[in-house]
């Protein structure tokens, strides 16, 4: 391998700028954004390659990547450019050309970075990753690597069961990465100071291992029996026990503070600000809520001030409030107003909420969202019946729900979409039928307002997740999926303003098979991959034949990783990596699931110890304020009223 010095200085632009000219969107692969940094390469700084395994349009929005990006790039021993992963056509165009996998900055070759990092949102990319990881000229596994290549570190929500990737992957990094890449680029450049040998790289991986929240697969050794896992061993100074990161503290990190603005079309182009992390609610299907414990709520006025100054920076008209439950944001029909009726913005300014709970959407944010435009609303009961929501303890009624359904139509909205879960545990088909139910009669209160109001009611595939109660569930298959949309599509039939659509249950097949397969899915992955299964993700790529034949050769059995009930005894995949959750927390509430038992928010209630404040130093709290409405399932937006509530009460915890 060159030396770094030599080879960055090489832009490839030379070489791509001719074949941006026979493929569909040029503008995915040219960068020069509004926000895009202009690293300059040196001899005393670790490169960082921020690799997003998807197209350029799904992955520029990604807050976590634009977060560590500027993190990075303000560090004077550290730098960061991006990658995307090129489409079909400009991927043919590079192996034609032998071109490289290539940042968008400076476009230089992934090559001469010292660190590829990949951010994993879902587990449909996992054969991006190779792909991207191949025409990066580097060995598809890990231990195939010299002591001259690059590192390849991964993380995100996917990163807690990381076995899947785990032959692929140098170090997973576990948790928030705020304060971890400073601790992992100071580990870097200490070896990327001396010289590159077998020996060093090794010990490389045993100093990355040492770094709290960092899993190096490499230093740990599954065992089989009876074609099951049965143990995974960590070598000597390894950790049996891999502990998740976690950001105590957002309002020490007020990122993105230059959010990217793209020159071309993307998802989600708006302002974005995150207003909170983590969830009390306890979805028992909710990796995101699980894995991100406790709640940390963004002060207030942070909030105002990230938003002024992204605006004015960007000149975008809305800005979209994110969190797994933005409703549940203390004070937050001030904040939305305070945003709209901003005299600074002319009246253009509109704001979004897109994780949204019925129980805490109220008229009074309906009237506040509403008074420049209506942007899109998406309401989540996830389950048809109340029993069937009581399983997966949403606990939302069908009065919360019909509540705030009336709420946004009475204030002019005109299309609702709904999202449900089908596969659920202890499901039934009355269940599924459910679903049509409120629907229609959800339809049915927008026509009270409007002649032509419309719900569409969107219905996923359930797969349970790593780290939730429901990760000892079994899933069910693509024809019993197929035959539940059916039964729905046939309740729906005739259904006046009601729409239903629904998501592959094939793809949800194959979800599963990613999200809680053990290492040896990483040689499915692999053989999907070299058969030309990229961009599974997108449905005109999709094949799920791939993933039937590349089981079949390594002998796997998908109903023994997907289709089956697991036992409390059983070692899980993920068993060595911590969520902060206690093993005992989450099966007993997979008892009380299947028992139709359910669990109110701990904000309101005494603790559960579930684990996730204990590692923190941090003491659970019960609000002292009554809950909006006076449920068990409140907001949390009354706490401020009482004037001596601590601000933290909101978390359910105290530092």
Avoid at 90 to 109: I, K, Q, T
Avoid at 570 to 597: M, N, V
Wanted: net charge negative; proline share 5%; with cysteine.
């Amino acid at each position: 391998m060159e030396s770094f010095v030599e080879s960055v200085t090489e832009s490839l632009w030379p070489r791509i700028e001719p074949l941006l000219r026979s493929v569909q969107k040029p503008a995915r692969y040219i960068g020069g954004e509004q926000g895009a940094q202009t690293p300059v390469h040196a001899a005393g700084c670790v490169a960082w390659l921020l690799c997003y395994p998807d197209t350029y349009e799904v992955g520029l929005p990604n807050q976590g990547l634009q977060i560590l990006y500027e993190i990075l790039n303000e560090r004077a021993d550290a730098l960061a450019e991006r990658a995307y992963a090129p489409w079909v056509d400009m991927e043919a165009a590079m192996r034609g050309a032998g071109v490289p996998l290539f940042s968008v900055e400076n476009h230089l070759a992934a090559r001469t970075f010292d660190v590829l990092a990949f951010n994993l949102s879902a587990e449909l990319v996992y054969t991006n990753v190779l792909n991207m990881i191949d025409l990066a000229s580097l060995p598809v596994r890990a231990a195939a690597r010299s002591a001259g290549d690059p590192v390849v570190v991964a993380g995100g929500h996917c990163a807690f069961n990381p076995e899947p990737l785990a032959d692929f992957v140098d170090a997973f990094v576990i948790g928030d990465g705020e304060e971890v890449v400073g601790e992992l680029n100071e580990v870097l450049a200490l070896w990327r100071g001396t010289p590159r040998t077998a020996t060093t790289r090794a010990g490389l991986l045993d100093s990355l291992a040492r770094v709290p929240g960092v899993y190096v697969p490499s230093l740990y050794r599954p065992f089989y029996s009876g074609g099951r896992l049965v143990g995974v061993e960590a070598a000597a100074g390894a950790p049996a026990r891999v502990e998740k990161r976690t950001v105590s503290d957002l309002a020490q990190w007020p990122y993105p503070r230059q959010q990217l603005v793209p020159l071309t079309e993307v998802v989600h182009d708006r302002l974005n600000v995150e207003v909170f992390r983590g969830c009390t609610r306890g979805c028992r299907f909710c990796q995101a809520g699980m894995i991100t414990r406790p709640v940390r709520e963004r002060p207030a006025a942070q909030v105002r001030e990230m938003i002024d100054a992204g605006l004015a920076r960007t000149g975008y008209e809305e800005v979209a409030l994110t969190s797994l439950s933005t409703a549940d944001f203390s004070g937050i029909e001030d904040l939305v107003g305070d945003v709209i009726g901003d005299p600074r913005h002319d009246g253009r300014v509109a704001v979004s909420l897109p994780s949204l709970r019925v129980d805490a959407f109220t008229v009074g944010t309906a009237a506040q969202i509403q008074r420049v435009r209506r942007t899109g609303l998406t309401f989540a009961p996830e389950g048809g019946t109340w029993r069937m929501r009581r399983v997966i303890n949403k606990l939302i009624s069908e009065e919360d729900l019909y509540s705030a359904v009336d709420a946004a139509f009475s204030q002019g909205w005109r299309r609702i979409k709904l999202y449900f879960l089908i596969g659920l545990p202890t499901e039934r088909d009355e269940d599924v039928v459910g679903i049509a139910e409120l629907g229609m009669r959800c339809a049915e209160i927008g026509r009270r307002t409007h002649r032509s109001a419309t719900v569409v009611a969107s219905v996923g595939g359930f797969v349970p997740k790593a780290h939730t109660p429901f990760q000892w569930a079994p899933q069910d298959s693509a024809p019993e999926l197929l035959r539940k949309v059916a039964l729905l599509r046939e309740a729906a039939r005739g259904a006046r303003g009601l729409t239903i659509r629904w998501h592959d249950p094939e793809a949800s097949v194959v979800e599963g098979i990613a999200s809680r397969g053990d290492r040896r899915t990483g040689a499915v992955i692999e053989r999907v991959w070299r058969a030309g299964g990229t961009f599974q993700e997108w449905s005109e790529r999709f094949d799920l034949t791939l993933w039937e034949d590349a089981l079949a050769r390594e002998g796997l059995c998908l109903d023994d990783i997907v289709h089956r009930e697991r036992d409390a005894d059983e070692c899980l995949p993920w068993g060595h990596i911590s969520a902060g959750l206690h093993h005992d927390f989450l099966w007993e509430d997979w008892q009380q699931a299947k028992a139709g038992a359910a669990l109110e928010d701990c904000r309101w209630t005494p603790c559960y110890d579930c684990g996730a404040c204990t590692g923190l130093g941090l003491e659970h709290v019960v609000a002292s304020a009554e809950p909006p409405g006076g449920g068990s399932q409140g907001t949390g937006q009354d706490l401020d009223r009482g004037g001596t509530v601590p601000v933290h009460l909101v978390t359910g915890v105290r530092r």
